[in-house]
């Protein structure tokens, strides 16, 4: 337990990300620190609905006559889908985008519903109520392929149309509205992002999403279904390669590593890889401060000098994408495609596998995880969609049905908080995607508009105009940068874009200062859209 093996890697093929140094880390028994900080609650939630069962085929989407998009801004972080979107509508489909902002697939939608952040799970579960008392309910769907209707129709019965709009903060036409889409329109097709699952009851949420889309029994046809994850569905052919690594070991959450580094039993090395925590991890003021710990010796692998690798002891130079061999999956689509290198590594760059074969030659370690040349790629590569792929007709959950309570779970059933709205001091905090950054990769030259974006009328309230110099803090940190003023925003609410490095940022201080490491209600998950924040004008003669 004296190393953390901080390990990300999400933007990597997939033997750079999962192959060799994955497994070293294993093999030596050292710390499995879990990947809580994105799409961990979600991907419990599915596995706890949906097991084993793969993704609705992103290609059948212009088949629907009604796309709902819930908490994903598409524009922005799944370039694949928008194309996908605009054939749709002119094939006559309705699109329905819920957000709490207009996002830029917003703009492209026939109804948005900007959505309170966190009341998602009373949304979902008023719908499924209004689905029943309309005796609007798939019976004969649920009768087939669901288990546990009873258990969730009966905490969805506490909720009606009326008393969700008041909590979720929106107009009870809008909320009518979608009922009416969800009954008269098929096929339909639900696009789940991760946001939703970003706040303490995201687990709660996304269990009543998934569940409210069974009992409405939208399968079994081209253009319906659920988009989740592609990436699982192609990579588990190159992840069945890789070896099991079976050596005990004990597991961290990501959000908590901030904890660990500054506790009195600190391990003694860091070693970072396809990460910049220094910006990403939430509590950022406890990140940097384990970070800078002289008592823990940090190495960091990476290809730029990233805030993260200011604070390493040891950098070592990493190779980009362009300078290795290896097989990459998609988020997007059902691809799995051969990486070739343009060029060979550059200077004293080394990739990933390199790295973890040479240590583990030097720490006498075995490993097993196969290199590129010894796997036919040719066999295993797709470049089309997989045939037979739609849900509850060729593809099913483990059992062949879908489960809506779990009394083993630690949430056996969605359980939602309630009083979601902000008081009038303090505005709930959003950190979203930009179309600039994938996190905090490539702002280091061409950072999205640094900025926080409020509602006119919140800015009205505080005495604000375009372009003020702003301090947006609570009780954990501050950020100091210039307000804008956007139309976009719903009140109440205000955004901080993710992946700004600290040199963007007045104060060196990014927007992951003002997130607690707390975590969500299935999985530990990051709460990075829970945040409550004052946003005052700055003091200049400070």
Same mark, same amino acid.
């Given at each position: 337990?004296?190393?953390?093996?901080?390990?990300?890697?999400?933007?990597?093929?997939?033997?750079?990300?999962?192959?060799?140094?994955?497994?070293?880390? #294993?093999?030596?028994?050292?710390?499995?620190?879990?990947?809580?900080?994105?799409?961990?609650?979600?991907? &419990?939630?599915?596995?706890?609905?949906?097991?084993? *069962?793969?993704?609705?085929?992103?290609?059948?989407?212009? @088949?629907?006559?009604?796309?709902?998009?819930?908490?994903?801004?598409?524009?922005?972080?799944?370039?694949?889908?928008?194309?996908?979107?605009?054939?749709?509508?002119?094939?006559?489909?309705?699109?329905?985008?819920?957000?709490?902002?207009?996002?830029?697939?917003?703009?492209?939608?026939?109804?948005?519903?900007?959505?309170?952040?966190?009341?998602? %799970?009373?949304?979902?579960?008023?719908?499924?109520?209004?689905?029943?008392?309309?005796?609007?309910?798939?019976?004969?769907?649920?009768?087939?392929?669901?288990?546990?209707?009873?258990?969730?129709?009966?905490?969805?019965?506490?909720?009606?149309?009326?008393?969700?709009?008041?909590?979720?903060?929106?107009?009870?036409? $809008?909320?009518?509205?979608?009922? +009416?889409?969800?009954?008269?329109?098929?096929?339909?097709?639900?696009?789940?992002?991760?946001?939703?699952?970003?706040?303490?009851?995201? #687990?709660?949420?996304?269990?009543?999403?998934?569940? *409210?889309?069974?009992?409405?029994?939208?399968?079994?046809?081209? #253009?319906?279904?659920?988009? %989740?994850?592609?990436?699982?569905?192609?990579?588990?052919?190159?992840?069945?390669?890789?070896?099991?690594?079976?050596?005990?070991?004990?597991?961290?959450?990501?959000? @908590?590593?901030?904890?660990?580094?500054?506790?009195?039993?600190?391990?003694?090395?860091?070693?970072?890889?396809?990460?910049?925590?220094?910006?990403?991890?939430?509590?950022?003021?406890?990140?940097?401060?384990?970070?800078?710990?002289?008592?823990?010796?940090?190495?960091? @692998?990476?290809?730029? *000098?990233?805030?993260?690798?200011?604070?390493?002891?040891?950098?070592?130079?990493?190779?980009?994408?362009?300078?290795? +061999?290896?097989?990459?999956?998609?988020?997007?689509?059902? %691809?799995?495609?051969?990486?070739?290198?343009?060029?060979?590594?550059?200077?004293?760059?080394?990739?990933? +596998?390199?790295?973890?074969?040479?240590?583990?030659?030097? $720490?006498?370690?075995?490993?097993?995880?196969?290199?590129?040349?010894?796997?036919?790629?040719?066999?295993?590569?797709?470049?089309?969609?997989? &045939?037979?792929?739609?849900?509850?007709?060729?593809?099913?959950?483990?059992?062949?049905?879908?489960?809506?309570?779990?009394?083993?779970?630690?949430?056996?059933?969605?359980?939602?908080?309630?009083?979601?709205?902000?008081?009038?001091?303090?505005?709930?905090?959003?950190?979203?995607?930009?179309?600039?950054?994938?996190?905090?990769?490539?702002?280091?030259? +061409?950072?999205?508009?640094?900025?926080?974006?409020?509602?006119?009328?919140?800015?009205?309230?505080?005495?604000?105009?375009?372009?003020?110099?702003?301090?947006?803090?609570?009780?954990?940190?501050?950020? @100091?940068?210039?307000?804008? $003023?956007?139309?976009? *925003?719903?009140?109440?609410?205000?955004?901080?874009?993710?992946?700004?490095? &600290?040199?963007?940022?007045?104060? #060196?201080?990014?927007?992951?200062?003002?997130?607690?490491?707390?975590?969500?209600?299935?999985?530990?998950?990051?709460?990075?859209?829970? %945040?409550?924040?004052?946003?005052?004008?700055?003091?200049?003669?400070?």
């Amino acid at each position: 337990d004296s190393i953390a093996p901080y390990l990300y890697n999400s933007s990597s093929g997939i033997l750079e990300g999962s192959g060799s140094t994955l497994e070293l880390f #294993g093999r030596l028994g050292c710390p499995d620190i879990e990947h809580t900080i994105c799409a961990h609650t979600f991907g &419990m939630a599915w596995q706890q609905v949906f097991p084993t *069962m793969m993704s609705a085929d992103p290609l059948s989407i212009p @088949h629907a006559k009604l796309l709902v998009i819930w908490g994903a801004n598409s524009t922005a972080s799944n370039s694949h889908l928008p194309p996908l979107v605009n054939e749709c509508k002119a094939n006559g489909g309705t699109v329905v985008v819920i957000d709490p902002r207009r996002t830029g697939i917003a703009d492209r939608a026939d109804v948005h519903i900007p959505l309170l952040p966190g009341t998602d %799970a009373v949304f979902a579960m008023a719908v499924t109520a209004e689905l029943e008392r309309r005796g609007k309910l798939a019976n004969s769907f649920i009768s087939e392929h669901v288990e546990g209707a009873e258990e969730f129709l009966a905490v969805c019965r506490n909720w009606n149309l009326d008393d969700a709009a008041e909590e979720c903060g929106i107009d009870v036409a $809008l909320l009518a509205r979608y009922v +009416d889409l969800l009954v008269s329109a098929a096929p339909a097709m639900l696009r789940i992002g991760w946001g939703v699952e970003r706040n303490v009851n995201g #687990g709660s949420s996304m269990l009543a999403i998934l569940s *409210m889309w069974a009992v409405s029994g939208h399968f079994g046809v081209e #253009g319906s279904g659920i988009l %989740a994850s592609t990436s699982r569905a192609t990579t588990a052919q190159v992840e069945a390669l890789l070896p099991e690594v079976t050596e005990p070991r004990t597991a961290i959450n990501m959000n @908590h590593v901030g904890r660990w580094l500054t506790s009195d039993t600190p391990p003694s090395v860091l070693f970072i890889q396809g990460a910049n925590p220094a910006v990403t991890a939430n509590d950022q003021q406890r990140m940097l401060l384990g970070l800078a710990n002289i008592d823990v010796f940090t190495v960091v @692998h990476e290809q730029v *000098m990233t805030d993260t690798a200011r604070y390493a002891d040891v950098v070592l130079p990493a190779t980009t994408q362009f300078e290795v +061999d290896d097989v990459a999956g998609s988020y997007g689509s059902f %691809a799995l495609q051969r990486v070739n290198k343009a060029v060979e590594p550059i200077g004293e760059a080394r990739g990933n +596998d390199w790295l973890g074969r040479e240590l583990a030659k030097r $720490l006498g370690v075995h490993l097993s995880t196969p290199r590129i040349e010894e796997i036919d790629v040719n066999q295993i590569t797709i470049v089309a969609s997989p &045939m037979n792929s739609v849900q509850f007709r060729d593809v099913f959950p483990a059992g062949r049905k879908a489960r809506l309570f779990s009394p083993e779970s630690e949430l056996p059933l969605p359980a939602p908080l309630t009083g979601r709205a902000a008081t009038r001091s303090y505005l709930r905090l959003l950190t979203s995607a930009t179309s600039r950054t994938v996190n905090s990769m490539f702002a280091e030259y +061409d950072p999205p508009t640094i900025a926080v974006s409020v509602h006119p009328s919140d800015a009205e309230d505080r005495g604000l105009v375009d372009g003020d110099r702003v301090v947006v803090s609570n009780l954990l940190g501050s950020v @100091h940068l210039p307000v804008s $003023l956007d139309e976009r *925003m719903r009140p109440g609410v205000c955004e901080i874009p993710k992946g700004l490095w &600290m040199r963007h940022v007045a104060n #060196g201080m990014v927007s992951n200062t003002l997130i607690s490491d707390g975590v969500n209600d299935l999985g530990g998950g990051a709460c990075f859209n829970e %945040a409550l924040v004052l946003i005052e004008k700055e003091d200049v003669n400070v």
